[in-house]
């Protein structure tokens, strides 16, 4: 409530009495969308929660090359139990870019629900080898329960490697893990979508980046604008992407959207 307030301030100052009029209008209607999510949320992961055999036996034996029967099969398996936390059209493009790429080295900083890290292991090389960062009870929605990490080593083909850190990416020790597991390697490909202040994302940034190869790709979600005070990722997304080759993915929503950064 206390969000809905501030926001609503926010498009009184800065879009007048109509637009304001508008959103109070339709928050009952959001927010009855909003609590039917949750509920649906609840009865999928309690499901899952109580038969997880089935659930593990579903995700391996699911496989495709196609970037849309990839993100259909997350977006609706066990109501939305791994549903990525994206706009459909958006990850689309980013799935057929990531594609493309043909990654072998690959880490996600936030993974949630997992639709995003279940979709990366499907799409990638038979022998890729993934990295999950995730904060528990994270502020940007991370933080997985326990039981979900064998949930989510179902994810992987038979020859891939999939490492779940449960941790802090901003931490020294994280770090450390992740240069342990990648060896002598390079990331091919980084998707970052944890810590959304500031600060945060920009950390991540700067810790991982050099972890990168030449030639390849670091995308950023949710570099449009906020409806908040503060900063967040898209104001780090403005400061660093003049600075490399880019490629911006937003559908004309005001959250969300996706920065690709290309680098050389």
């Not at 649906?40 to 997880?52: D, E, H, T």
């Not at 391996?60 to 706009?87: C, H, M, T």
């Not at 990416?169 to 060896?183: D, N, P």
Request: aromatic fraction near 14%; hydrophobic fraction near 40%.
């Amino acid at each position: 409530m206390q969000r809905f307030i501030r926001e609503s301030i926010f498009v009184l100052k800065n879009h007048g009495s109509k637009a304001f009029i508008l959103r109070v209008i339709k928050f009952p209607i959001n927010r009855l969308k909003l609590l039917k999510q949750e509920a649906l949320y609840k009865i999928s992961y309690i499901k899952a929660y109580n038969n997880p055999e089935k659930v593990i036996h579903l995700l391996k034996s699911f496989n495709s090359s196609n970037p849309e029967e990839v993100i259909n099969f997350a977006w609706s398996f066990y109501g939305d139990l791994i549903r990525p936390i994206q706009f459909r059209g958006e990850f689309t493009e980013l799935l057929k870019i990531f594609q493309e790429l043909n990654p072998r080295y690959i880490m996600e900083i936030g993974t949630a629900k997992g639709g995003t890290l279940f979709c990366f292991c499907k799409l990638a090389r038979d022998d890729a080898t993934i990295i999950s960062i995730d904060l528990p009870d994270g502020p940007f929605g991370g933080g997985y329960p326990a039981w979900k990490v064998t949930i989510y080593q179902a994810f992987k083909k038979e020859s891939q490697k999939l490492y779940l850190l449960r941790e802090d990416s901003h931490k020294q020790e994280t770090l450390e893990k992740v240069k342990e597991i990648l060896g002598q390697n390079r990331l091919d490909f980084l998707f970052i979508d944890g810590d959304h202040s500031y600060e945060g994302v920009k950390k991540d940034f700067e810790m991982y980046s050099p972890l990168v190869r030449k030639g390849g790709i670091i995308a950023f979600h949710d570099i449009a604008a906020y409806i908040e005070k503060g900063k967040f990722v898209g104001d780090f997304w403005n400061e660093v992407k003049s600075n490399y080759k880019y490629r911006e993915i937003i559908k004309g929503q005001k959250w969300g959207g996706i920065g690709i950064i290309y680098l050389p």
